[in-house]
Nanobody, 115 residues
Framework: QVQLVESGGGLVQAGGSLRLSCTAS????????MDWFRQGPGKEREFVAT????????DYADSVKGRFTISRDNAKNTMYLQMNSLKPEDTAIYYC????????WGQGTQVTVSS
């Protein structure tokens, strides 16, 4: 089973940028489709972005299109989320998920955007 660890969260002003990382250990990382989700204060967990095994196919929630970019480096067993033009409403705990018919979640990393 793959284990996932997110990093890169923090406090940033509105309009700023952060890059999140999700590093996997265990089974072969490249066999998984990978996703980013987030859960804001008092909200349900919501989909942010997804990427296929090779990185050739990506998709985004409408709320982050044009601002966030998902990518992966299979040689480093790591997925990334580049977040630009951050808004206060992007404040949330960000989680990565690995899927191959089963699914595994990381523990999350906090992103706080101040106005």
């Amino acid at each position: 089973q793959v284990q996932l660890v997110e990093s890169g969260g923090g406090l940033v002003q509105a309009g700023g940028s952060l890059r999140l990382s999700c590093t996997a250990s265990g089974r072969t990382f490249s066999s998984y489709r990978m996703d980013w989700f987030r859960q804001g204060p008092g909200k349900e967990r919501e989909f942010v972005a997804t990427i296929n095994w090779s990185g050739s196919n990506t998709d985004y929630a409408d709320s982050v299109k044009g601002r966030f970019t998902i990518s992966r480096d299979n040689a480093k067993n790591t997925m990334y989320l580049q977040m630009n033009s951050l808004k206060p409403e992007d404040t949330a705990i960000y989680y990565c998920r690995a899927r191959d018919g089963t699914q595994r979640w990381g523990q999350g990393t906090q992103v706080t955007v101040s106005s």
